[in-house]
């Protein structure tokens, strides 16, 4: 069965950089869109990046173009996010999904980054 | 594009039938899907191009709508169903609506 497991959130100050991963199994991940979605505490989603399958090109919210950045590697089915000046708007657990431009199809458990000084 | 979804709050008694809405600010066409979010959890797609359910879901899950006004009926409600329910679009930018919380007596 599809499995997504995020991992490398944490505490971070304002300003801060952290990188977060999602390895994939129980599909061809090569051939998916792959996405991350992130939900403030007690708040709604907001779909912040998506990236095409072989990498080619990547999209993102206007909330974070420019300091966020996403990027896979096929070879080791794994998705990622670069999160550079972070801000304590950025709070929230992020998602890793299965899909890009348009639904998510599958879920991972979600990785609680936290940016506070 | 700007979701809404009404009630935001739907309190409905076991076996009955929940209505939710959701509307766009412009017309996503079928480009629209839902999900349920259990506390702790995170969301699981139960229906896409507003009215396909999504593998596993059961047939008391519904979705109908197109252009600016979608909804989604769960018939014979069961306090399993007891959750917070996204609409989403994808005709562009994918965005979400607020959600409704869906309580079961």
């Known amino acids: 069965q599809v499995q997504l497991v995020e991992s490398g959130g944490g505490l971070v100050k304002p300003r801060g950089s952290l990188r977060l991963s999602c390895v994939a199994s129980g599909f061809s991940f090569r051939n998916y869109y792959m996405s991350w979605i992130r939900q403030a505490p007690g708040k709604g989603l907001e779909w912040v990046s998506y990236i095409t399958s072989l990498g080619e090109t990547k999209y993102y919210a206007d909330s974070v173009k420019g300091r966020f950045t996403i990027s896979r590697d096929n070879a080791k089915n794994s998705l990622y996010l670069q999160m550079n000046d972070l801000r304590v708007d950025d709070t929230g657990v992020y998602y890793c999904?299965?899909?890009?431009?348009?639904?998510?199809?599958?879920w991972g458990q979600g990785t609680l980054v936290t940016v506070s000084s | 594009i700007v979701m809404t979804q009404s009630p935001a709050t739907l309190s409905v008694s076991p076996g009955e039938r929940a209505t939710l809405s959701c509307r766009a600010s412009?017309?996503?066409?079928?480009?629209l899907a839902w999900y349920q979010q259990k506390p702790g959890q995170a969301p699981r797609l139960l229906i896409y191009?507003?009215?396909a359910r999504a593998t596993g879901i059961p047939a008391r899950f519904s979705g109908s709508g197109s252009g600016t006004e979608f909804t989604l009926t769960i018939s014979g409600l069961q306090s399993e169903d007891s959750a917070v329910y996204y609409c989403q679009q994808y005709n562009k930018w994918p965005t979400f609506g607020p959600g409704t919380r869906l309580e079961i007596k």
């Open positions: 999904a299965r899909g890009g431009d348009d639904y998510g199809d599958s």
């Open positions: 412009q017309s996503v066409r079928s480009n």
């Open positions: 191009e507003a009215s």
